[in-house]
């Protein structure tokens, strides 16, 4: 499935290369503290003994895949130290994953959380984007209550921080979030600039909401644009890795077929030989490895130097020392940006040994220093195109929202119809709750407005609508079939200890 395949591609290129080099930095004692958001649907997989087995696998093709690569590629010396690389990586991440974490990353991120260098934060359960969902404040609830129990289960404390998938904001929302005993979260640059009333330090400093003692910290803008510009950002640098030339289209579909899709489908592989040299040609020279690390190494020291002259700009006009809040997706180091786990190394030995300007600090370690706060409201906003809704809201996925506003309402009354259900009702009402939220999920929308992959999120987004109505159905007609309700489960089996009863 194309889910797995993506989860696959997050672990090799993402997570354990993050995992290996946190290990790293506190092995040579660099004091370091980040936050990272790791939602419960991740850690769902993570957690997953089925697909844990079948990652392994995985890496098991792609590690003879290399094998291969390095044959193939033996006359052509441009290409023959990227194959070997490649090999080394997966065996590398075949040992951290079997030998070094036991296959339970969960595990392994709440160690680096228990030692103090990560903060460990969440979002809604299934990433839905909550401003569209406000008609129906239980169904918000339920995504940040369901996500917050999860939390808990996975990390073995309460979670401070809360994510807004897509930063999606709409003002009230603190309200829940209150409920559930979040202490801040994060929005984008114009949330908070055109917050009520304006923030005096604009996005350089918090503010506590006016519903609820909720701090909302800002996106900086000037960081963001240095790494996610295309214009400006460093991934776009000619010597880093190009993404889009991947040997899972490049080559044969014979060399490549038991090392791919079973199907035959032609998939990203993760092995790729060519840098970005000119982004708009086609013509690629072939890629390399240390030139690509020393330019990884320069853009660190680019960004701290602009960070530092940000910060000296900042300092005589503000009463406390200006916070810069740089949020990323964690794709992007590894996956999207090959070289990005290494920058963020370097990036972050560089703030410990090389200037004194400035530190590196978590939403909670500043509210704690910093307890007052100027109140104020931020404004409706996302991170998507155009600042609000418009990727989540268009003619082209508008469509789904009827359905799931009928859900949301029938799962209410479900809810509060059947207050102790047992038994197979009781798994049936808890599978409706999970196809409700599988339906929220906003990447759905999301892939439907981008135009990419659109019949596969129009199906999964009708069938998980078909699922929960079909079941909802049964449930009033008591013609329950157990066959049904298992298979269900066994599908759609994220969170195994959801309680329906968070809809009543």
């Known amino acids: 499935m194309l889910e797995e395949n993506w989860f696959y591609e997050a ?44 990652y392994l696998w995985h890496l098991g093709k792609l590690i003879r895949l290399a094998e291969k690569e390095i044959d193939r590629t033996a006359r052509h010396p441009e290409f023959s130290k990227t194959a070997k690389m490649y090999y080394d990586r997966f065996s590398e ?29 969440t979002c809604s359960a299934t990433h839905a984007f909550l401003p569209n ?100 950002g460093y991934p776009g640098h000619p010597s880093y890795r190009e993404f889009y030339r991947d040997i899972g289209f490049d080559l044969d579909i014979d060399y490549l077929r038991p090392h ?19 982004r708009k040609s086609p013509d690629k020279k072939p890629y390399e490895r240390l030139e690509a690390l020393r330019i990884a190494d320069e853009h660190a020291g680019d960004f701290l130097s602009n960070r530092g002259q ?58 704690e220093r910093h307890p007052e706060n100027q109140r104020s409201e931020p404004s409706f906003s996302s991170w998507g195109e155009g600042g609000f809704s418009k990727m989540w809201l268009h003619e082209s996925n508008d469509w789904i929202y009827r359905h799931l506003s009928r859900m949301e309402e029938l799962m209410t009354e479900s809810a509060r119809r059947y207050p102790e259900a047992e038994g197979l009702a009781r798994r049936a009402l808890n599978q409706m709750a999970r196809e ?35 079941l909802h159905e049964d449930m009033n007609k008591n013609t329950l079939e157990e066959d049904l309700v298992a298979y269900l489960e066994s599908c759609n089996n994220i969170f195994p200890e959801i309680d329906y009863r968070v809809y009543a």
């Open 260 to 278: 791919i899709d079973p199907l035959g489908i032609r998939i990203q592989t993760g092995i790729k030989y060519y840098r970005v040299t000119d």
């Open 93 to 121: 991440c075949r040992r951290l994953y079997e030998e070094v974490y036991a296959r339970d990353l969960v595990a392994a991120f709440r160690g680096f959380q228990d030692r103090g260098v990560l903060e460990i934060i």
């Open 133 to 232: 969902m406000q008609s129906s404040e239980r169904a918000v609830r339920a995504q940040i209550s369901v996500s917050a129990d999860a939390y808990r289960r996975f990390f073995g404390c309460d979670p401070k921080g809360f994510w807004l998938p897509e930063c999606g904001y709409y003002p009230g929302l603190e309200t829940i979030l209150d409920k559930e005993d979040f202490r801040y979260f994060f929005v984008d640059t114009h949330g908070l600039l055109f917050a009520d009333p304006r923030p005096d330090y604009g996005v350089f400093a918090p503010v506590i909401c006016k519903e609820a003692p909720v701090a909302a910290f800002g996106r900086d803008a000037e960081s963001s644009r240095s790494v996610w510009s295309a214009d400006e």
């Open 11 to 54: 672990l090799t290129e993402t997570y354990l290369p993050l995992l290996a080099h946190f290990t790293t930095l506190l092995d040579d004692r660099v004091p370091f503290r980040l936050t990272l958001s790791l939602s419960p649907t991740l850690c769902s997989m993570f957690s997953d003994v089925l697909l844990q087995e079948r």
């Open 310 to 367: 940000q910060i000296r700009r900042l300092a005589p006009l503000m009463d406390r020392p200006p916070l810069i809040v740089a949020p990323y997706d964690a794709e992007l180091f590894g996956h999207w940006w090959y070289e990005g786990p290494e920058w963020l190394n370097f990036l972050i030995r560089k703030i410990a040994f090389e200037q004194d300007t400035l530190s590196l600090v978590t939403a909670s370690d500043y509210l």
């Open 436 to 470: 409700l939220m599988l339906a929220e999920s906003s990447d759905w929308a999301f892939i439907m407005k981008s135009g990419t992959m659109v019949n596969y999120a129009v199906r999964r987004t009708r069938e998980h609508i078909a699922n929960f109505l079909r």
